[in-house]
């Protein structure tokens, strides 16, 4: 019989009454397996810290989603945005499920092709395009969205080069309520830009405007902007056919939906004051009749949804490695996975569970990464029961971003695995050693030999 762990005595003040406007205090519960996988036998075999997705759960978002946009409307498709978390196997599983992919970079554009995602299923974004990269994708028959003039004078110069036609769109910025707005991508819709931009589309003949983009931020916590977003790509797409006769293929309006990360600063838990994402689709889909066409003429809606898709499919499991009281009388401890692996933690306050049971006693405590840096943490505050080393915790909610922002800093990057439907765990990412960060070095010849000091 193994010997129990000393647990202070407590005496817990008793209160009736109602919760206050903040709610109800956080209650750990303890967290052992992942889609039916021990924590205990993933981080024997894998290790930790220890990166954890879930295809079942991937899966079942994008059906949802889609499913909640598609008995809306009637010509919805996805794109997955390839910036939120490429790993190929996540693309992948997207891909599957039918998406596009919408890059915003070469190396995004480069890694969707050898993934097998034909040319002409890649929305090609961002401001930083390539002549090289243009041309590869109008030769490939990508779809362009075109950020600023310059790149539109570039596009216009290699189609001519090349003697073909590139199908394009433009990103709009407008002003949807949200501040400080985002209007440092794309063409501006209330001073004229955008419509200008239109027009040269229009009158150059290597040029096929097909659609028209806009993403109006990121983590939007409110439906209506949206709608007002929608309203005034409704209303360029009117103004085209009045003055052209041209008729779009699709209006992209982005992603931005949020997860149910809770931001900082935040008193109530995401789930508590988001709209639902029926919320989010309604405003959406609800001007895009506006238009007043037949079924077979309204454009392809096109969702660039990253955030809301993958964030809750993601975990980090990760073990304490110390204790500490500090000198402010408040319990901290420090844990193998820092802000280098999980950046996204300078933004929400990730949930954080233990994987053991819970007793009586619980504290405030701060969670802190093991990197020599104060900036290094993962939680400034969570209620926590007393840890010790070698104890293990679940970060929840960390299939954006983290593995597309975090960075080699101090420790190596873990396994990352995902989890099939059938239970079955692959490695997807195998974990650096130092030859893999070295690779790319080259040390001169006279720096080779190491001379001690005495």
């Known amino acids: 019989m193994s010997k129990k762990i000393y647990e202070k005595p407590i005496i ?18 303890a967290v052992t397996a992942i889609d039916g996988i021990s924590i205990e036998k993933l981080t024997e075999q894998f290790g930790s810290p220890l990166f954890v997705f879930s295809e079942k759960q991937i899966r079942e978002n994008y059906r949802k989603l889609k499913r909640i946009f598609k008995t809306r409307y ?13 790993l190929s196997s996540i693309c992948s599983v997207y891909h599957q499920e039918g998406s596009w992919a919408e890059v915003v970079s070469e190396f995004e554009y480069d890694k969707a092709r050898n993934l097998g995602v034909a040319g002409e299923n890649i929305i090609f974004n961002g401001p930083d395009k390539t002549e090289a990269a243009l041309e590869k994708a ?22 001519q080069h090349l003697n073909l036609k590139a199908r394009v769109a433009i990103r709009v910025n407008m002003d949807t309520g949200i501040y400080p707005p985002w209007n440092r991508f794309g063409f501006n819709y209330e001073n004229g ?16 405007l ?21 309203l005034k790509l409704v209303d360029l797409a009117k103004a085209l056919y009045d003055q052209y006769e041209v008729r779009l293929e699709y209006i992209d309006v982005g992603g931005g939906l949020p997860s149910f990360n809770t931001l900082k600063g935040q008193y ?19 001007p895009l009749f506006d238009l007043n066409l037949p079924t077979d003429e309204l454009p392809t809606l096109v969702l660039e949804t990253g955030r809301a898709l993958i964030d809750d499919t993601g975990y980090l499991i990760t073990s304490v490695i110390a204790t500490k009281r500090l000198s402010t009388g408040k319990q901290s401890i420090i844990i193998d996975a820092g802000v280098n692996y999980l950046f996204t933690s300078h933004w929400f306050n990730h949930k954080i569970l233990p994987t053991k049971e819970i007793s009586g006693f619980t504290e405030n ?19 926590l029961p007393p840890m010790h080393k070698g104890d293990k915790l679940v970060i929840f909610y960390v299939g954006a971003y983290s593995v597309t922002q975090w960075m080699q800093f101090i420790t190596l990057r873990p396994n990352v695995v995902l989890i099939s439907e ?4 692959d490695v997807i990412r195998e974990a650096e050693q130092l030859e893999d960060i070295t690779a790319r070095e080259k040390l001169p010849e006279r720096l080779k030999e190491f001379t001690p000091d005495g």
Not at 193 to 208: G, Q, V
């Open 268 to 286: 109530l838990e995401a789930e508590q004051i988001l709209p639902t994402y029926e919320d989010y689709a309604e405003a959406i889909t609800s």
């Open 74 to 86: 009637p010509k919805v498709r996805f794109a997955w945005s390839y910036k939120t978390n490429y």
């Open 12 to 29: 817990r003040k008793q209160q009736s009454g109602l919760m206050n406007k903040f709610g109800s205090p956080q209650i750990s519960r």
């Open 210 to 230: 097909v659609g028209l983009h806009t993403h109006i931020g990121t983590y939007i916590m409110s439906a209506e902007p949206y709608r007002q977003a929608v």
């Open 365 to 383: 405590t701060i969670v802190y990464g093991p990197l020599c840096m104060n900036i290094d943490v993962i939680r400034e505050d969570v209620v």
């Open 138 to 159: 109008i030769k490939e028959k990508a779809l362009l969205h075109i950020d600023h003039f310059d790149e539109l004078y570039s596009i216009k110069e290699i189609t």
């Open 193 to 208: 830009e955008a419509m200008l931009a239109l027009k040269r589309i229009i009158h150059e003949e290597n040029l096929e």
């Open 422 to 425: 059938e239970g079955d765990v």
